[in-house]
């Protein structure tokens, strides 16, 4: 999954929701001769380049300092403007320019702005439904700090001073998270129980230890110190200036302490009558409109939820048989005896400092490897590095889903992974499954080709959707069987795991969301059938819970690759290039699935000639 604070659904939905701008109009065309596609990309820059003056997180995830010191405004009035901006620059574009005129590629580019400002629109309508303490994934408490642990970096004086204006501004951002979380209690949107507790515990650890107290540094303490050291050892900040603002920042942090106070007492407040059990969507007042809507931004198609459930359940049906033809031709009698005989000799420990040691240094050692195998398979290779690390303790739980983070667009803040190494230790085998999706050639490799995209318009960049983006990363572990990377055939067994995974989410997402199921329902249904341990699936459900129909983008889009590129191998025969259908894929950026299959169709045209 993408971080984007990632993921992919929060840039999506986060890129055009976060705060309002006043209408600019872009520069009137040049005096000389400029194709209709430069003028249209220049027109467009210019009209991003207005929106990121207005996203100052946004901006810092692009490299750029301006409004390094200042958090997005998160406010509903911010994002009604944020809105009308979207329709108002897109009602321009559509105004000076004939979509005609463009070729393919221009094409895309109009109908993508023009399509995320239906998309703005159509979220914004959700935004009841999404208060900032809501999601497993993205909750505010904690998203805060991970922006700046992950994602601030520390280069120089300037962005240290910041790093600490952002400590600064945080109280405020948290209040006004809880303001809005508050209003949607009182529409009757309450987070479960379980995501209550885990704001108490985690808004409790970032509080907790130095400088708050006796301890261990808390996380942003520890995070402000390194950077600190890091450039008064590159000679870039004498010691006592360095000294001067560390002060500074360790009176920022003690200052956090009353506004996760605040937050700590609304949620022991509302622990007593906080819902649990069945939590989906349709529980909720208009759920079932709200999930219909979620399933089309997260899908980028009319899939139904009863559609997709019946999906769920034939890819189940068809991983499983093709387990069971895998795992006799290990020489066992079907997949339930092969995932026997890897209990046997993997049997489930808790992780220790020492495995935890191990996982990473092969995690990474498998991501090079699988590196040097891209070339035939792909012509755009990564250019920038990929390390996996361990997610930070604030977030990391059992059974917690890994995640990737694009690289910055320079290079120097690389491409990573992050996994949680706590609870139960998984089957070694899985984690090259796991690397391929992630890392490469899955998000990381998507990621720093994305960001480093250039003559196209700016904002294709950053604009992410997750069918596509987690499409992709499912796609790329069977790319990975295809490559030739993974090391046995336990290794291949669990690539169909992991499908099997994918598959069984579309399943119990819709399950919990549009039928009525319990959080124990699908949490059974996840252990049996999709074969996550306990833990896992209770993780995962209860993201599920939280982020309504952000997993059934994994497997809808992976179902289109697949059937693209088999439609492409069909009509092409010999001339199928798997590395033009790779890099077209994946060199342009992320895209709605209908527009793919649209680039797809026209690139199949041009090579049969």
């Given at each position: 999954?993408?971080?984007?604070?990632?993921?992919?659904?929060?840039?999506?939905?986060?890129?055009?929701?976060?705060?309002?701008?006043?209408?600019?109009?872009?520069?009137?065309?040049?005096?000389?001769?400029?194709?209709?596609?430069?003028?249209?990309?220049?027109?467009?820059?210019?009209?991003?380049?207005?929106?990121?003056?207005?996203?100052?997180?946004?901006?810092?995830?692009?490299?750029?300092?301006?409004?390094?010191?200042?958090?997005?405004?998160?406010?509903?009035?911010?994002?009604?403007?944020?809105?009308?901006?979207?329709?108002?620059?897109?009602?321009?574009?559509?105004?000076?320019?004939?979509?005609?005129?463009?070729?393919?590629?221009?094409?895309?580019?109009?109908?993508?702005?023009?399509?995320?400002?239906?998309?703005?629109?159509?979220?914004?309508?959700?935004?009841?439904?999404?208060?900032?303490?809501?999601?497993?994934?993205?909750?505010?408490?904690?998203?805060?700090?991970?922006f700046l642990i992950n994602t601030h970096s520390v280069a120089d004086v300037t962005d240290?001073?910041?790093?600490?204006?952002?400590?600064?501004?945080?109280?405020?951002?948290?209040?006004?998270?809880?303001?809005?979380?508050?209003?949607?209690?009182?529409?009757?949107?309450?987070?479960?129980?379980?995501?209550?507790?885990?704001?108490?515990?985690?808004?409790?650890?970032?509080?907790?230890?130095?400088?708050?107290?006796?301890?261990?540094?808390?996380?942003?303490?520890?995070?402000?110190?390194?950077?600190?050291?890091?450039?008064?050892?590159?000679?870039?900040?004498?010691?006592?200036?360095?000294?001067?603002?560390?002060?500074?920042?360790?009176?920022?942090?003690?200052?956090?302490?009353?506004?996760?106070?605040?937050?700590?007492?609304?949620?022991?407040?509302?622990?007593?009558?906080?819902?649990?059990?069945?939590?989906?969507?349709?529980?909720?007042?208009?759920?079932?409109?709200?999930?219909?809507?979620?399933?089309?931004?997260?899908?980028?198609?009319?899939?139904?939820?009863?559609?997709?459930?019946?999906?769920?359940?034939?890819?189940?049906?068809?991983?499983?048989?093709?387990?069971?033809?895998?795992?006799?031709?290990?020489?066992?009698?079907?997949?339930?005896?092969?995932?026997?005989?890897?209990?046997?000799?993997?049997?489930?420990?808790?992780?220790?400092?020492?495995?935890?040691?191990?996982?990473?240094?092969?995690?990474?050692?498998?991501?090079?490897?699988?590196?040097?195998?891209?070339?035939?398979?792909?012509?755009?290779?990564?250019?920038?590095?990929?390390?996996?690390?361990?997610?930070?303790?604030?977030?990391?739980?059992?059974?917690?889903?890994?995640?990737?983070?694009?690289?910055?667009?320079?290079?120097?803040?690389?491409?990573?992974?992050?996994?949680?190494?706590?609870?139960?230790?998984?089957?070694?085998?899985?984690?090259?499954?796991?690397?391929?999706?992630?890392?490469?050639?899955?998000?990381?490799?998507?990621?720093?080709?994305?960001?480093?995209?250039?003559?196209?318009?700016?904002?294709?960049?950053?604009?992410?959707?997750?069918?596509?983006?987690?499409?992709?990363?499912?796609?790329?572990?069977?790319?990975?069987?295809?490559?030739?990377?993974?090391?046995?055939?336990?290794?291949?067994?669990?690539?169909?795991?992991?499908?099997?995974?994918?598959?069984?989410?579309?399943?119990?997402?819709?399950?919990?969301?549009?039928?009525?199921?319990?959080?124990?329902?699908?949490?059974?249904?996840?252990?049996?059938?999709?074969?996550?341990?306990?833990?896992?699936?209770?993780?995962?459900?209860?993201?599920?819970?939280?982020?309504?129909?952000?997993?059934?983008?994994?497997?809808?889009?992976?179902?289109?690759?697949?059937?693209?590129?088999?439609?492409?191998?069909?009509?092409?025969?010999?001339?199928?290039?798997?590395?033009?259908?790779?890099?077209?894929?994946?060199?342009?950026?992320?895209?709605?699935?209908?527009?793919?299959?649209?680039?797809?169709?026209?690139?199949?045209?041009?090579?049969?000639?």
């Amino acid at each position: 999954m993408t971080k984007l604070s990632a993921g992919l659904m929060a840039a999506t939905l986060a890129l055009f929701a976060s705060t309002g701008l006043s209408a600019q109009t872009a520069a009137p065309p040049a005096a000389n001769a400029e194709s209709e596609d430069a003028r249209l990309t220049r027109f467009l820059d210019t009209e991003f380049a207005e929106y990121v003056k207005t996203q100052p997180q946004l901006a810092t995830r692009l490299g750029s300092k301006d409004g390094g010191d200042k958090w997005n405004d998160i406010s509903d009035k911010a994002a009604d403007a944020q809105v009308a901006w979207r329709k108002a620059s897109a009602a321009r574009m559509k105004a000076q320019f004939d979509r005609a005129k463009l070729s393919p590629e221009g094409q895309v580019n109009f109908d993508i702005w023009a399509l995320e400002a239906e998309r703005a629109a159509l979220s914004n309508q959700n935004r009841i439904y999404r208060p900032p303490f809501y999601s497993r994934l993205y909750s505010a408490h904690s998203q805060l700090p991970d922006f700046l642990i992950n994602t601030h970096s520390v280069a120089d004086v300037t962005d240290l001073k910041n790093y600490i204006a952002r400590l600064n501004g945080m109280p405020a951002v948290l209040d006004l998270a809880l303001a809005r979380t508050k209003a949607s209690e009182k529409a009757g949107i309450r987070p479960p129980k379980f995501q209550i507790e885990t704001i108490i515990s985690s808004s409790e650890k970032l509080t907790s230890g130095a400088p708050f107290g006796a301890g261990p540094d808390a996380a942003l303490w520890a995070d402000v110190k390194a950077k600190t050291a890091a450039l008064v050892a590159n000679g870039k900040l004498p010691q006592a200036e360095a000294d001067a603002l560390l002060a500074q920042a360790r009176t920022a942090i003690l200052n956090l302490k009353p506004a996760y106070g605040r937050i700590i007492a609304w949620a022991k407040a509302s622990l007593p009558t906080a819902p649990s059990g069945k939590v989906g969507a349709l529980t909720l007042p208009g759920g079932l409109a709200y999930y219909a809507n979620e399933l089309k931004l997260v899908t980028t198609t009319d899939l139904t939820a009863d559609q997709i459930h019946q999906i769920g359940l034939k890819e189940v049906a068809r991983i499983e048989a093709e387990q069971d033809a895998l795992a006799r031709q290990a020489g066992f009698k079907d997949r339930e005896a092969f995932y026997q005989e890897r209990k046997r000799l993997y049997p489930p420990q808790p992780f220790t400092d020492e495995t935890r040691a191990e996982y990473l240094k092969t995690a990474n050692e498998f991501v090079a490897k699988t590196r040097t195998l891209l070339p035939g398979y792909f012509g755009m290779l990564p250019a920038y590095g990929i390390e996996v690390v361990r997610e930070p303790s604030f977030s990391e739980v059992p059974g917690g889903a890994a995640h990737a983070s694009q690289p910055s667009p320079d290079g120097k803040r690389p491409a990573r992974t992050y996994v949680h190494l706590v609870g139960t230790r998984p089957d070694p085998a899985a984690m090259y499954t796991l690397m391929c999706h992630e890392a490469v050639p899955g998000h990381n490799t998507q990621g720093d080709i994305q960001v480093r995209q250039q003559g196209g318009p700016k904002f294709r960049s950053v604009t992410g959707y997750v069918a596509f983006g987690e499409g992709w990363g499912l796609y790329a572990e069977a790319v990975c069987k295809e490559m030739g990377a993974f090391p046995d055939i336990a290794a291949d067994f669990f690539r169909l795991d992991a499908e099997l995974f994918r598959a069984a989410r579309l399943v119990v997402d819709t399950g919990l969301h549009a039928k009525g199921w319990t959080e124990d329902q699908a949490v059974t249904y996840m252990n049996t059938t999709g074969r996550q341990p306990i833990e896992r699936s209770r993780s995962e459900v209860r993201r599920y819970l939280t982020l309504p129909g952000q997993a059934t983008g994994y497997k809808i889009g992976m179902l289109k690759i697949m059937e693209l590129r088999a439609r492409a191998e069909a009509k092409l025969g010999a001339k199928f290039d798997v590395k033009g259908f790779h890099d077209l894929l994946i060199a342009s950026g992320s895209q709605p699935l209908s527009i793919l299959e649209r680039r797809v169709d026209e690139w199949i045209a041009k090579a049969a000639g």
